[in-house]
């Protein structure tokens, strides 16, 4: 028999919904491969087996039946980023360790209600702060791809470093995540898989916990672009609970595969041309590019004048809204609390210091610093300038492209504990990625080529707010041209 | 004017003061969550996921609560804001569940307006509002319920509050309290706030200076939560003359906050402007700017009830009232619809004295107000007839009106029961005036040089006719009698 894990979210469905296998076998499949290789790999922190078969034998009853949702029976990987009814949501930080939220996401409710089965929680960068995964509490996440003859273990990317080894590492069909500067489109991109966020407002925030509101927004990580389609739809809703939830319909974006990329026209941004990116990284871009103009698509070459002011204004924006969306963990009504405090300041402090990380804690120090009297003009209100000049950017370029085309991340998976010396080094991960955050566009990150050591690279296609059908029908593309079926060799 | 200073020792001063008034809107949920509002549930049983601040909750902004503040600031001849945004004032307290407080400090609701106050004497002054906004409040914690520990309860965690900020406009306590009481009876009147201080539904902070004549505002101090219209005059006495004296002893005021001290009568300092937070305020990313469309504002404002200023108006022009009376009348709603039932076909100024006076004193002395009022408007409307179509005498009214207080009936009723009606009949009073001339004949001797002495043999012909004789009819008589 097959081995039915490492099946594509659609063709597992396809294959649950003809009953060639149930949905406790594959689910069962998937459990003995986490059980052999959480161990190495430390994808997930909580893993809820009992659960997932109680799902997967209620999906079968559907499935018997003839009912059932779009995801009926498949099992999924869950960003513990997403507050799950009954089961320990932590954003892997010591602070909320132990916290069983009474209440459910909006987005997992969503794919609960397409009959998708919970596998478990997936590892993550501490509310989400961090490119490589190893600012959780719970461990590094490893990567399951190594680089040449080298047995160095490899960060997955971050934050949603959890969900991207476990797909790449067949550890569940699919995973949610989550993308506030590039945690869904780098770590994709450092595993060879696809990851996309959508239009902010697309995927609703509800029961997500917060890291910078204005920017957090829910997206797949998948197997395949047609993957990404079929789950990202299941994700996204109106929500009335999340006022910034937009009030659309959700496309099928499965009609958009496939579909010719002729006479699209592709921009490609001079400015994302950066200092230190490798040769390969450069030449699967022009790569990209040829493909999309074989394929019968315009390329041209667009300016995004105020690129380069993105990610300081990011590392404004994020932490200010950070500063305040976790001043909640406060040791008073649930998480951590610190013992014998000896006062209320004391407390409060020696809580925070306890339950939060040094990443977490850095950024909250700058969040608290730009938002302060006497620098809020200078560093705040400057960035949402910015910010706002960002967005102006691609406004004046839909006029001239349809999508525009950029490397995904400046580098290949890098070894755990090579960029922690340097935090701005870690944050240049998200060099091509934040503008899509601030502007609230939607962009993929499709596997597209390895570098010479064999680890997987990506090709990010950013999109107008709301086309996400165009995005999925150039990734689409660009996927069937490169040919990507690498896997990595399993050595876990 | 001089009578607004206060002396010092070495001069006049000139308190300038503006208020920060906090009103409860009144609304059945919460400004960001659907949780219920309600006064008297037991700890945190009005307490939603939201209110509470867990994780990955977001707010979703109460309509009903944007439409109270948009009637507040119509209400308050303002201008509401088409635009206006929400932004989080951060500091942490165990009462603040989120580590924020969301509030509107860049862009308010409601911008500038303009509120009439009448002063004691009859006369009138603006005040100047500088805006509303909308906020939430904090919870409430308990430190009597254990002497380790302290107990939070959040049931007032999230409800909607108006801040209405003045200008400093108001120059003495007594203006102060005068315009505090103006704006609760707008906020009662449009039903956006119910203004009970007592639940603290509507608090003030004062922001005190003082200043000699013509000088520039001088430094401020800011008095939190005062929570009567005593305490607003005490507070404000205190801290003008505190202030005072350290200025005329060379001293100069160090802006701070302060709290009253009820007890003592005092304002103690709270944390000066070096301690004063950083609140860091910045808009709230999870809300959306607050968008309203003219045409809204528009259906509200024609549903706008008839407001105190203008019923003054009216009841002074439709029935005649003194400015007092009708000032008096409109300064409780149910006041004024009350005296409105009354008045209906009799004569209103009768109507409005008994109101002003007999009915409001035993209601005050009951230390109830008209809302609760048991004695219906139809009885003071038929003691009024009585007295109208000659029934009764004013004076006899007063008796009936006890009777009918204490439940006897109606006037008319009361009137039957005890026989207390009008003797006009004059044989029975030439009767009664004849038997006293006869019995008093050094006193009927003396009217004619003294005729103001009549009123002594007024008096005792009301006595021994029990009251009820017509006080015309009996002047009359009198007159005739002893030839004046």
Redesign the interface.
């Known amino acids: 028999m097959t081995d039915l894990t490492k099946l594509t979210l659609k063709a597992a469905v396809d294959g649950l919904k003809a009953r060639d296998f149930s949905s406790e076998e594959i689910t069962r499949a998937f459990l003995a491969n986490i059980e052999a290789a959480n161990p190495r790999l430390n994808a997930y922190v909580v893993q809820t087996s009992d659960k997932a078969l109680d799902m997967a034998r209620a999906a079968d009853a559907r499935l018997a039946k003839g009912e059932g949702g779009p995801l009926e029976g498949a099992p999924l990987g869950i960003k513990d980023l ?2 799950t009814d009954g089961v320990q ?1 932590t ?1 892997g930080s010591n602070m ?1 360790r132990g ?1 069983v ?3 459910e ?1 909006t987005v997992t409710a969503n794919l609960w209600r397409d009959g998708a089965v919970m596998l478990g929680k997936l590892n993550m960068d501490e509310f989400a702060m961090g490119s490589s995964n190893e600012t959780s509490a719970f461990g590094p996440v490893v990567n399951p791809w190594k680089s040449g003859a080298s047995n160095a273990d490899l960060t997955p990317g971050g934050s949603s470093g959890g969900s991207a080894a476990a797909v790449a590492g067949d550890l569940c069909l699919a995973a949610t995540a989550s993308d506030t500067g590039g945690s869904i489109r780098q770590p994709a991109a450092f595993t060879g898989t696809v990851g996309v966020k959508p239009t902010y407002g697309r995927a609703s ?6 890291f ?3 920017l957090d927004q829910a997206g797949p990580i998948t197997k395949t672009v047609e993957d990404a389609a079929l789950m990202l739809r299941s994700m996204c809703s109106f929500d ?5 939830s937009l009030d659309v319909e959700t496309p099928d974006w499965t009609q958009s595969l496939g579909k010719s990329v002729k006479g699209l026209r592709i921009g490609i941004p001079k400015e994302y041309v950066v200092d230190g990116m490798p040769a390969e990284q450069m030449e699967l871009w022009e790569k990209g590019q040829a493909w999309l103009r074989e394929a019968g698509a315009e390329i041209v070459e667009i300016s995004l004048p105020h690129t380069k002011y993105a990610l300081p204004a990011y590392y404004i924006i994020a932490p ?2 950070a ?2 969306n976790l ?2 963990y ?1 040791g ?3 998480g951590h609390r610190a013992a014998d405090a000896k006062s ?1 300041t004391d407390l ?1 402090e020696t809580t925070r210091a306890e339950g939060f990380g040094k990443e977490v804690q850095r950024r909250l120090t700058i969040g ?1 610093y730009v ?3 006497g620098f ?1 003009d200078a560093y ?1 209100v400057r960035a949402l300038k910015v910010r706002r000049r960002i967005a102006e950017d691609f406004d004046n370029v839909w006029g001239k492209v349809d999508a525009i085309l950029t490397p995904s991340t400046p580098s290949a998976a890098f070894a755990i504990g090579d960029r922690q010396i340097d935090p701005v080094t870690m944050y240049l991960n998200d060099v091509f990625t934040v503008t899509a955050n601030l502007a609230g566009l939607p962009g993929v990150s499709v596997p597209a080529g390895l570098d010479k050591g064999g680890l997987p690279l990506g090709l990010q296609v950013i999109g107008k707010a709301l086309d996400e059908a165009t995005v999925f029908q150039v990734a689409s593309a660009l996927e069937d041209a490169a040919g990507f079926v690498a896997k990595p060799e399993k050595w876990w | 004017m001089s009578d607004k200073l206060i002396q010092g020792r070495t001069g006049p001063w000139e308190i300038v003061m503006g208020l920060e008034i906090h009103a409860q809107v009144a609304s059945k949920a919460k400004l960001f969550s659907g949780a219920a509002v309600g006064f008297g549930a037991g700890p945190n049983e009005q307490v939603s996921l939201v209110d509470a601040g867990f994780p990955g909750m977001l707010p979703t902004l109460n309509r009903f609560c944007v439409e109270q503040a948009v009637r507040s600031g119509l209400g308050l001849r303002a201008k509401i804001n088409l635009k206006s945004q929400f932004d989080r004032k951060n500091y942490f307290y165990p009462d603040l569940p989120t580590g924020y407080q969301i509030s509107q400090l860049y862009h308010p609701i409601v911008g500038e307006g303009v509120v009439e106050v009448e002063r004691e004497d009859g006369t009138f002054f603006e005040v100047g509002i500088e805006r509303l906004h909308l906020e939430q409040d904090a919870g409430k914690l308990i430190h009597d319920l254990s002497p380790t520990e302290s107990y939070v309860d959040l049931n007032r965690a999230g409800t909607a509050l108006m801040e209405i900020v003045s200008k400093p406009d108001l120059r003495t306590p007594e203006e102060a309290v005068a315009y505090v009481k103006k704006i609760r009876t707008i906020l009662i009147y449009l039903g956006t706030c119910d203004g009970d201080m007592e639940k603290g539904n509507l608090r003030a902070d004062v922001n005190v200076s003082v200043r000699r004549p013509g000088e520039p505002f001088g430094t401020r101090c800011e008095i939190k939560n005062v929570n009567s219209f005593r305490f607003i005059a005490q507070a404000i006495n205190y801290e003008a003359r505190r202030q005072i004296e350290i200025l005329e002893d060379g001293g100069s005021i160090v802006q701070e906050t302060r709290l009253f001290d009820p007890g003592k009568g005092e304002t103690r300092s709270m944390r000066s402007k070096e301690e004063a937070h950083d609140y860091r305020y910045f808009p709230d990313p999870d809300l959306l700017p607050l968008e309203l469309e003219q045409a809204w504002i528009d259906e509200i404002k024609a549903s706008l009830p008839e407001l105190p200023d203008e019923k003054r108006r009216r009841f002074m022009s439709q029935y005649g009232l003194s400015q007092y009376d009708a000032g008096v009348l409109i300064s409780e709603q149910a006041k004024a619809d009350y005296f409105e039932e009354a008045a209906k076909g009799r004569d209103a100024k009768l109507v409005a004295n008994w109101v002003t006076n007999e009915v409001s004193a035993r209601l005050a002395a009951a230390g109830k107000d008209f809302a609760e009022n048991p004695l219906p408007a139809a009885h003071v409307a038929q003691l009024v007839e009585l007295i109208e179509n000659g029934t009764i005498s004013s004076k006899i009214a007063k008796e009936v009106f006890d009777h009918v207080w204490n439940g006897e009936g109606s006037p008319a009723e009361v009137v039957e029961k005890h026989g207390l009606k009008q003797v006009t009949d004059a044989g029975a009073i030439e009767k009664a005036v004849d038997e006293i001339i006869a019995a008093n004949p050094d006193k009927a001797a003396a009217v004619a040089e003294k005729p103001q002495a009549i009123g002594w043999f007024v008096g005792q012909v009301m006595k021994a006719t029990g009251g009820k004789a017509n006080p015309a009819a009996v002047n009359d008589i009198l007159k005739a009698k002893l030839g004046l």
């Open positions: 997403f507050c949501t954003a909320l916290f939220p009474p209440y996401s925030r509800f029961g997500m916990v917060a910078a509101s204005s009335p609970k999340d006022s910034t200010a809204e500063s305040s001043a909640r406060d008073m009504r649930f209320l409060y608290a938002l302060s009297a809020y705040y």
